[in-house]
């Protein structure tokens, strides 16, 4: 070991011959130390894009070289629609507020779920193929290339020697041993050349890896807009100054999120009802002196005697009086009155 150690230096400072490998064995190691370069920086950002949180990464992976399961626990939108949830029931399904988180609480929940199937997806198809390449394949090479090294080495060390030799029967013995360790060499630089011409395999194994992460995420991207427009759907009953801020006056239209084009097609066919509809019928309300018949949306509790209780599915008559709050109008039911919160109210024609 000493003495490859020597030659080895040696070459490095030009001081001894290099037996040079061939130019299309030297162009498979290159190909194959950028294939694992590259493999290892995507399956490690991969792993991020998937499970964000490092602590939970890191204990998925003690898990696994425990060959034990890890703990399930709650994803992100899985325990924010629990909270959602929860805090729905809270505050009353009966309420707009209420019923309305309980909708997008579930809706996370079934986001969350969609991201296990995701995770869980990628992980057999996409991961484990990479991680496999890296910790079977390519260890096998390494190995390989490292043995053709020492056999260089050797082979070198042999050829210096028989330089130095002086007499015939020295020259003899170090011609034989020239011979050996050019046998030795070739063989083993034919063991590697046959495994890094597995490489090319290896690229098209995984480009179908590659595309089943593709149709992982195309599924789990379609999953996730699928429950969010059906989620449209449920929130597009509301009226439009329960979904714009509180300080914003019920006169002003609410602002839409743009869609992408390739999405434009689907969420036009919502059947919500238009939210500048609903605003023009109010504006149209507070500037005449006239009253209009609405359904009130969800059951309210009176805060105080100058409020109108109300029950969800009523008809009442609701009109404006001049320098009333812009969230309220007065209701009327037979010979009770009082003010009305104009989110629980859907005016009708």
């Not at 325990?79 to 729905?88: H, K, P, S």
């Not at 995770?119 to 260890?139: C, V, W």
């Not at 290896?202 to 590659?210: F, G, I, Q, S």
């Not at 995420?217 to 329960?242: E, I, N, R, V, W």
Request: charged share 25%; with cysteine.
């Amino acid at each position: 070991k000493m003495t490859l150690y020597f030659i080895f230096t040696e070459e490095k400072l030009g001081q001894a011959e290099k037996t040079e490998l061939d130019a299309h064995l030297e162009n498979l190691l290159s190909k194959a130390e950028c294939t694992k370069l590259w493999t290892e920086k995507i399956m490690k950002q991969t792993e991020v894009l998937l499970q964000p949180n490092p602590n939970a990464r890191i204990e998925e992976f003690v898990y696994e070289k425990l060959d034990r399961k890890a703990p399930s626990r709650m994803n992100n939108p899985e325990l924010l629609g629990q909270y959602m949830i929860d805090a729905g029931n809270e505050f009353g399904p009966g309420t707009a507020y209420g019923n309305a988180l309980i909708k997008c609480g579930e809706t996370q929940k079934r986001i969350g779920t969609a991201d296990r199937e995701l995770i869980q997806t990628s992980a057999i198809n996409f991961l484990t193929p990479l991680r496999n390449f890296i910790e079977g394949d390519y260890k096998t090479i390494a190995k390989e290339r490292k043995l053709l090294q020492n056999k260089r080495l050797d082979l070198d060390a042999a050829k210096t020697r028989l330089k130095k030799a002086k007499v015939a029967e020295a020259r003899a013995a170090s011609e034989q041993e020239v011979r050996i360790t050019q046998s030795e060499f070739d063989r083993q630089a034919e063991i590697t050349r046959l495994l890094l011409e597995g490489i090319s395999s290896t690229h098209a194994h995984h480009l179908r890896c590659l595309n089943d992460f593709v149709e992982a995420q195309m599924t789990y991207y379609a999953q996730c807009y699928q429950y969010m427009l059906d989620l449209q759907k449920q929130l597009g009953s509301f009226p439009s100054t329960f979904l714009s801020n509180n300080n914003q006056s019920s006169s002003t239209p609410v602002q839409s999120v743009s869609t992408p084009s390739v999405l434009a097609s689907a969420s036009a066919s919502l059947p919500s009802v238009s939210n500048s509809i609903v605003t023009s019928g109010i504006s149209e309300l507070r500037s005449s002196s006239g009253s209009r018949k609405a359904r009130v949306l969800y059951d309210y509790d009176a805060a105080n005697s100058s409020e109108l209780s109300l029950l969800a599915d009523e008809v009442i008559t609701v009109y404006s009086i001049p320098g009333m709050d812009s969230d309220w109008l007065m209701g009327e039911r037979g010979n009770q009155k009082g003010k009305v919160p104009i989110t629980y109210l859907e005016l009708l024609n």
